[in-house]
């Protein structure tokens, strides 16, 4: 397997615009994490999915953040609109459960810069 | 409410020596701790998993051990090698599939040759 598939690896914006990150998991996983990584506030959980579905979102900060999840292998993350502050990595990860008994394994992240 | 607590500074070690990392929590009672190891410009990298009910796990020169008494988890590298520089993260869970697991923000390790 080739691992989580996370797209794009890099995206600059300027404040507005619309961002759409894109996430595959690996095949099998029925848990799907994204997640924010910054310096100030390190690794902090936005949302995740069990079987397709948002099980918490109340991570996400606001609602210009939304997240969807149509199938099995793919998964989206969008911030409409961008600001600034939204600079960080962006991380999607995948389970096999989602108990803490259960590895996570991560993408490479999308490094997100807004203008 | 719940916090993680990591070695802010980062850690500097001779190789070869025994690298030390440190976790501590607190308004929390986890079932599991896990540690994942992170590179720059790469997503974290699981490493090992320990539950409440054993005080130690080892896999190859990784060695963690979990005291809930003292709510703390101490991550060790033994016979440390410059390939062992990165950023380890420690995260907690608790026992439910509904619990999140919680990071924290990670030590640097550096590992001199």
């Known amino acids: 397997d080739a691992g989580v598939i996370q797209s794009p690896r890099h995206e600059v914006t300027e404040m507005g615009q619309e961002v759409t990150l894109r996430c595959k998991p690996i095949?099998?996983?029925?848990?799907l994490f994204w997640y924010r990584q910054t310096m100030m506030r390190g690794l902090e959980l936005l949302i995740y999915?069990?079987?397709?579905?948002?099980?918490?979102d109340s991570g996400m900060p606001e609602d210009r953040f939304s997240a969807k999840m149509p199938n099995a292998s793919f998964s989206t993350l969008k911030i409409q609109p961008s600001e600034p502050r939204d600079s960080a990595v962006y991380f999607c990860?995948?389970?096999?459960?989602?108990?803490?008994?259960?590895?996570?394994?991560f993408g490479p992240g999308t490094r997100l810069t807004v203008t | 409410s719940q916090k993680i607590e990591q070695n802010s500074e980062a850690l500097n070690i001779q190789e070869g020596k025994t690298a030390t990392l440190t976790c501590n929590y607190t308004?929390?009672?986890?079932?599991?701790l896990q540690w994942y190891r992170q590179d720059p410009g790469r997503g974290p990298v699981f490493l090992l998993l320990?539950?409440?009910?054993?005080k130690e796990k080892r896999k190859e020169r990784l060695k963690v051990t979990f005291d809930t008494t003292l709510k703390q988890s101490l991550f060790h590298i033994t016979a440390s090698q410059p390939a062992d520089s990165a950023t380890y993260l420690c995260?907690?869970?608790?026992?439910?599939?509904?619990?999140?697991?919680?990071f924290g923000s990670g030590t640097r390790l550096s590992i001199r040759p």
């Open positions: 320990i539950r409440e009910n054993e």
């Open positions: 308004n929390y009672s986890p079932a599991y």
């Open positions: 999915f069990n079987n397709n579905v948002p099980i918490d």
């Open positions: 095949s099998g996983h029925d848990y």
């Open positions: 990860a995948s389970s096999r459960g989602g108990q803490g008994s259960y590895e996570q394994y």
């Open positions: 995260a907690l869970a608790g026992y439910s599939s509904a619990s999140k697991i919680i």
